[in-house]
């Protein structure tokens, strides 16, 4: 079969090859891959899903993102589709099945298919599970990484239950595109406070003057992320001091550093902030370290 490849915007390419999607207990062409017009995900954004990363064609820190999706759907009342240990097996089924080398696995569970009513469906609806995923270009990504991203800052407009990983993205999404038509890469929600929240696909941090890492706290007002996690424990082990407090966009604009964490860019040195360079303009050596050391504290199954 003569694969496909979808545009994507850098640090993506995607490699072209015939893509398997699992859709609902079954594993189908990704261009057949189709759920109801009646998904409640579809209709209401009523579903959570999970990013995490494939490499060396292991899934990166599996077990942390299960515990998150399980704490998604206890959230919002949505019931595992199947237990754990099933559901794993699909996830490396899907990353087989695709040929998955380095790239990233995709997993949504909605609240099901039902006839249109904004309150939950009948008991026994069951929920809608999509799986997919693809290889991406690591070169690509880590010349990227190299130069460093621009952020820029955004209203924070979202809803307050932010920790819960929802695929009601919509202020997200003109977020992340207010950031690319200004020429930058990410955009960095700021509260009514003055205060950084994250990013709109990340967690935000600086590296203040004094050599300080401040990174919000995972209250409510962000989502805890897997690769936030991890950096901590990166950051105990360099020494380094840490700040989990809300930090101003001031700061960010007079730090050393600053760089974004999600499962798609690992660590990210953020090179200009509101068109204003950071630093000296050019990636950070803490962000780089940080970086460099990831994986080695990453969980690989
Ligand atoms: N996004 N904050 C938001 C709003 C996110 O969407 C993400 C991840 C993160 C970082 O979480 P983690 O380190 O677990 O990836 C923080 C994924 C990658 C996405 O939506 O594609």
Redesign the pocket.
């Known amino acids: 079969m003569v694969g496909y490849a979808l545009r994507a915007n850098p640090p993506y390419t995607e490699i072209s090859l015939s893509r398997i999607a699992y859709v609902n207990g079954r594993y189908v062409p990704h261009r057949d891959a189709c759920v109801h017009v009646e998904d409640r995900g579809y209709q209401f954004s009523d579903g959570v899903?999970e990013?995490c990363e494939v490499r060396a064609a292991r899934l990166v820190d599996e077990r942390r993102?299960m515990d998150?999706l399980e704490r998604s759907l206890k959230e919002l009342r949505i019931s595992m589709p199947m237990p754990r240990s099933a559901l794993a097996m699909v996830l490396r089924e899907t990353v087989a099945r695709n040929r998955v080398r380095d790239g990233i696995l995709y997993l949504q569970i909605t609240r099901g298919v039902a006839r249109r009513d904004h309150a939950f469906p009948p008991p026994g609806t069951l929920p809608s599970v999509v799986i997919t995923a693809k290889n991406y270009d690591l070169d690509r990504l880590e010349q990227g990484a190299s130069e460093g991203i621009a952020v820029i800052g955004v209203p924070e407009n979202r809803w307050p239950r932010?920790d819960i990983?929802s695929v009601s993205?919509l202020p997200?999404v003109l977020a992340k595109q207010a950031a690319r038509e200004a020429g930058a890469k990410e955009a960095w929600f700021v509260d009514a406070e003055g205060r950084v929240t994250?990013?709109?696909?990340?967690?935000a941090w600086i590296v203040t003057r004094e050599g300080a890492v401040v990174t919000r706290p995972a209250d409510f007002g962000?989502?805890r992320?897997?690769?936030?996690t991890v950096v901590l424990d990166v950051i105990a082990a360099h020494g380094l001091t840490l700040e989990e407090r809300a930090f101003t966009m001031e700061e960010a604009y007079a730090a050393r550093e600053a760089f974004v964490?999600?499962?798609?860019q690992f660590v990210m040195p953020v090179v200009r902030i509101d068109g204003r360079p950071v630093g000296n303009g050019a990636p950070g050596l803490i962000a780089s370290a940080l970086r460099r050391d990831y994986h080695d504290h990453a969980e690989t199954a």
């Not at 992320?225 to 936030?228: A, D, S, V, Y």
Request: charged share 15%.
């Open positions: 899903y990013v993102h998150r932010v990983k993205l997200n994250e990013g709109s696909s990340s967690n962000i989502l992320g897997i690769t936030r964490t999600s499962a798609t």
